[in-house]
């Protein structure tokens, strides 16, 4: 087949052709923003997952189904370095700006944020904002949020029109700057205004969610994506091909269902390779099992090696030591016995882990896991495995 006309998407975010699998939540998207048209309100959304099950894709279709529906959208992709607060003052200024406000409620919003004290205007004119942290105790943010939320959502009601802040890893959140963003956000909903957050993170949001603010969890919903379904997984996979007029056969569309698992990026990267390697309608079997090494290599370059670069020796060992006890979710303890340690002793390790976006702590205390499936696989194909018992015996006999 021709590579130009590859219909397969396996890159970070990218929207695939057919998106299977993900109606619920389009859905529910899409009735959050028409009750907010309508005046009503509606809890906000954090979709959790695993990396490369497709919750950056659905993040840009929610920006599409909101600009569509006449709101103002503002899209972050968050890092451990990022500034929240300052990321949502900028956007306020930008909404503020192209809402076209009247000279009296210009007047009166400047009225408002000029008795801000960590979040500043700046101009004779118009809304400048500029946001300094230094000096502002969580209290004094949260406070300056909310003003800036409730001034935000009056000026887009006004203006018959509504404000989506989209934000992607929202794990890495500065943990202070995330509390007062629930506080502003949780202000403006009793207000009624049009103001609303759909975020997507790892499987551990609810939980860091819920520390933030205890009303959190009545303030947002937390849908769970993950591996597609036998007929949403079909779908995935065949749909794009069908487009352009190209089969798979059964066979090889069974083959393809079990290598991939249901996962969407696994299906995506399968179908790329299977499409360049076939010569004609339908795909058969042969071709999916010569195109599952390719698809293979392109995983570990994509997904595990980038992730294997980011650790160091120690982390290593300590994740080598999760994939020796097989599928997750792992006890730290099993897991510091299984690296040959004090389950303390590798408490920096974990943590750092945590704060790398490697590995998440799951909903059951103490238990952690990889944020990435099947990176045990990966690991235990890759590193080796040198048991507690046999590195005893090595220092024994130095």
Do not use: C
């Not at 972050?76 to 900028?90: N, S």
């Not at 400048?128 to 949020?145: F, K, V």
């Not at 009056?154 to 700057?177: C, M, N, T």
């Not at 994939?323 to 303890?333: F, K, T």
């Amino acid at each position: 087949m021709d590579p130009l006309n590859n219909p397969y998407t396996p890159n970070a975010g990218s929207r695939p052709p057919a998106l299977a699998g993900r109606h619920a939540e389009l859905e529910q998207f899409r009735v959050l923003v028409g009750r907010m048209a309508r005046g009503a309100t509606e809890q906000s959304m954090i979709i959790r997952g695993l990396r490369g099950v497709g919750k950056t894709a659905l993040l840009n279709i929610f920006e599409d189904q909101a600009e569509n529906a006449g709101f103002l959208t503002f899209y972050h992709e968050l890092t451990p370095h990022a500034g929240l607060a300052g990321e949502l003052a900028r956007d306020t200024q930008l909404a503020l700006a192209r809402l076209k406000l009247t000279a009296k409620m210009l007047a009166t919003i400047r009225g408002a944020l000029g008795q801000l004290q960590s979040i500043k205007l700046s101009g004779p004119e118009g809304i400048g904002l500029s946001i300094d942290l230094r000096r502002a105790d969580e209290a004094t943010l949260a406070s300056d949020l909310t003003q800036l939320f409730l001034q935000l959502g009056q000026a887009a009601r006004a203006a018959k029109s509504g404000i989506v802040f989209l934000l992607d890893e929202v794990q890495f959140a500065e943990p202070a700057q995330f509390r007062a963003m629930i506080s502003a956000l949780h202000r403006a909903t009793q207000r009624n205004l049009p103001v609303t957050l759909a975020a997507a993170g790892l499987p551990q949001i609810p939980k860091l969610t819920g520390e933030a603010r205890s009303y959190a969890e009545r303030l947002f919903t937390f849908p769970v994506i993950g591996n597609l379904s036998q007929q949403d997984a079909e779908a995935a996979l065949v749909e794009p091909a069908y487009a352009h007029d190209v089969a798979f056969e059964e066979d090889a569309i069974a083959a393809a269902l079990v290598w991939t698992a249901g996962y969407p990026f696994y299906i995506q990267q399968l179908g790329k390779h299977a499409w360049n390697l076939a010569s004609a309608s339908p795909i058969s079997l042969a071709v999916i099992e010569s195109a599952k090494p390719a698809a293979q290599a392109a995983l570990n370059q994509t997904m595990y090696e980038v992730r294997m670069q980011r650790s160091t020796n120690a982390e290593r060992h300590y994740m080598r030591a999760m994939a020796e006890l097989g599928p997750g979710p792992y006890r730290s303890g099993d897991v510091a016995r299984a690296a040959g340690k004090p389950t303390t002793a590798f408490s920096p390790v974990r943590q750092s882990l945590l704060e790398k976006g490697l590995i998440y702590a799951t909903e059951d205390y103490g238990h952690i896991d990889f944020t990435v499936p099947r990176f045990d696989q990966y690991l235990r194909r890759q590193l080796p495995y040198r048991s507690p018992r046999k590195q005893s015996q090595t220092r024994s006999r130095s």
